[in-house]
């Protein structure tokens, strides 16, 4: 099954049906870096899954030749884990919107990402209901003027990665729709690891809320504004001649100027380690906002945790040792029972 899944190519993953997206939505572009990255993972089709909740993102089953659920507006977690609990071998995907996954579906997220259940977890996030048309989402800038806040969205907006945070996601990062190499390597890292992995993919909504991440799509201005991640390298951004680094404080992050010829370790620039136990350092990352600072893209966290589906299939192994295979017929004639006639 595998040498068969390794034949695969981009085509083998696209479907027959007509792509019903607006011309220049973001979601054309995390679509076809999903497809180009499915036959690099070696997973037969048959064992690939995803699952989405509502919203103009929840479309994303029906373009994928996989197996695939569109269910109920914010409840893609739920019945993703009822999947992956019953087929640990699936390769399960959940596909959310900043609407669908924070608002009426924050609830069924938290769950999902403190669970640790395998699984990659996708959320597009174009700061506006754009199924709906138009309207203020959970992660909308205040004062923003859409159809429901005419008078500027009084709500403070909810940070996706620090949310991933404060759940215990294992694995935490972010892409830009646009930028399609980062984004397929951040797809690769988040398959190959073991837990729940959280992606928000930056996302233009081209109707709605135009150029919502203009400043970070835009190839001119993305070096000054995106603060790209590596593991063991500093974290320093720019243009050649106009570099500068993050260094922190008591945990406070700032900015400073680097000339060519600085080592930015020597001068107090932080070396990205996406491994850290503790939440503090990624917290401070999360903390990095347009337009005070850049915004980091890339793996932000990455640490090892047992899984659920292998917690739970351990706790059904022990109870199958300790009291044998069991019998249904006998369980549901024990106990209090009694007959209608």
């Not at 404060?166 to 988040?190: E, K, N, S, W, Y």
Request: with cysteine; glycine share 10%.
């Amino acid at each position: 099954m595998a040498a068969a899944a390794e034949k695969l190519t981009r085509r083998d993953f696209v479907s027959g049906q007509d792509v019903r997206w607006c011309p220049g939505c973001g979601d054309y572009s995390i679509l076809a870096n999903v497809q180009r990255v499915m036959p690099e993972l070696g997973v037969p089709r048959e064992n690939i899954v995803f699952i989405s909740g509502i919203g103009c993102s929840s479309r994303f089953p029906y373009y994928m030749n996989t197996y695939g659920f569109h269910t109920i507006h914010g409840r893609a977690p739920a019945f993703a884990t009822g999947a992956k609990v019953a087929n640990p071998d699936l390769s399960m995907w959940i596909v959310t919107g900043d609407g669908d996954g924070l608002s009426i579906g924050g609830n069924h997220l938290l769950h999902v990402i403190r669970r640790n259940l395998d699984c990659q977890i996708l959320l597009f996030n174009n700061r506006v209901y754009g199924l709906t048309k138009g309207q203020y989402s959970p992660t909308s800038e205040r004062g923003m003027r859409t159809k429901s806040s005419p008078q500027g969205a009084i709500d403070h907006p909810i940070d996706p990665i620090s949310f991933a945070l404060g759940c215990g996601a294992t694995f935490v990062a972010r892409g830009i729709d646009v930028d399609a190499p980062h984004m397929q390597d951040v797809l690769r890292r988040a398959h190959a690891h073991k837990g729940t992995s959280f992606i928000e993919i930056l996302q233009n909504c081209p109707v709605f809320n135009d150029g919502a991440w203009g400043e970070l799509e835009d190839r001119k201005t993305r070096a000054e504004t995106a603060l790209v991640l590596e593991h063991g390298k500093p974290l320093v951004y720019g243009s050649p001649g106009r570099m500068k680094g993050i260094v922190l404080d008591q945990g406070v992050p700032s900015i400073i100027e680097l000339a060519d010829a600085d080592d930015p370790v020597e001068r107090g620039v932080v070396v990205h380690d996406e491994t850290h136990e503790t939440t503090s350092y990624a917290y401070a990352l999360a903390t990095l906002k347009r337009p005070e600072f850049p915004m980091p893209v890339g793996i932000i966290r990455q640490v090892e945790k047992p899984t659920y589906e292998s917690m739970l299939e351990d706790q059904v192994e022990e109870a199958i040792q300790k009291r044998g295979p069991g019998d249904l017929e006998a369980l549901l004639n024990s106990g209090d029972t009694w007959q209608v006639s």
